[in-house]
């Protein structure tokens, strides 16, 4: 999952609680969007049950930090989304608030680029925690590394609209408190084509894995190995003084979920149109607002009879540090 920004540099350390087995390569790089998700409930009891999710989140913040250190250019910038037309698989057609707030990253050194964000997200008592204590939490940690292929190897990969190439791998991971009590592990690795354009467009074709927990049926599900189609792009509008951000993930089918049925491929789609508040005084680039929009079809791969598909328009702001 990806933001419309620029791309930025980071080592993480590595992760070993729930990721025996994975390759050394995927456990040090990671690629993080946090979300917590709920207007009522125990943030402090959340962060206890999600202790291992909570002590890699504060690795991978302390890494971002030490990072900037060594970047050629970074980026930090606080967020805040709302929206109340939200689904998730099993909600029927109810209609879910959420408040999500956002930490993001960005910076680039000699050789590529990373970008790391952290989202909370807050649900209403329409997406339960288990037990019906109010709203369900969510952390959900999304990062992506490219490297740059020109830059590594001193030649030119440009051709046509396309200024050079890179390798991209990343990572997500997430925790829900929700009664399907969710654990994505989802781990991407392929090559990005990167345009020629105002801001950036990237294009990203990625060999994906994943996991996930389904408390309904008390196992961790391994999914098929599958194939992932990423479009990012950050374009700024000068006229308008804004900024045009967004990414769509397109997941191949992955074989069977945990209640036996054959999944569908996965889209998710989410832009910005952003006004700089900044503009208006003496400090341009550094405040934010405008609208979002989130779709999001059979999301984990869900059929038809899970009705996760989501329609949401946001309201969003930005504060860039």
Known sequence: M?????????????????FEGLPDFLLTQGYGEICMNSKQGNTGSL???????????????????????????SDTFVGYREGGNFKEPGSKSTDIHKDILSFTHV???KYGSNFFTADFLASDS????????????????????????????????AFGPVKDMAITAGIDLNSKDDAF??????????????????????????????????????????FDPTYGVSIAWGIPLKSINSKFDGFIDYIGPKGKDGFGFETKAETLARTYLMYDLGSLGSKPGTFYAGVGYEYWKNKFGGNDNSYGDTTAIMIALEAHL
Not at 58 to 68: E, I, N, P, R, T
Not at 135 to 149: C, D, F, I, P
């Open 2 to 18: 990806l933001v419309g920004t620029k791309l930025a540099y980071i080592d993480v350390y590595k992760i070993d609680a729930d």
């Open 47 to 73: 962060l206890k049950k999600k202790g291992k999710i909570a002590a890699m989140t504060g690795m991978l913040g302390l890494a971002v930090m030490s990072s900037a250190v060594a970047a050629d250019w």
């Open 107 to 109: 910076s680039g050194y």
């Open 126 to 157: 329409n997406d339960p925690v288990n037990g019906n204590g109010g709203g369900a939490q969510e952390v959900y940690a999304v990062y992506r590394h490219q490297l740059s292929l020109g830059a590594v190897s001193g030649s030119s990969f």
């Open 181 to 222: 009590s969710s654990r994505v592990r989802k781990f991407v690795l392929g090559p990005t084509f990167k345009f020629d354009t105002p801001g950036f467009l990237d294009v990203s074709l990625l060999l994906r894995t994943e996991q996930n927990n389904n408390a309904y049926v008390n196992k961790t599900v391994t």
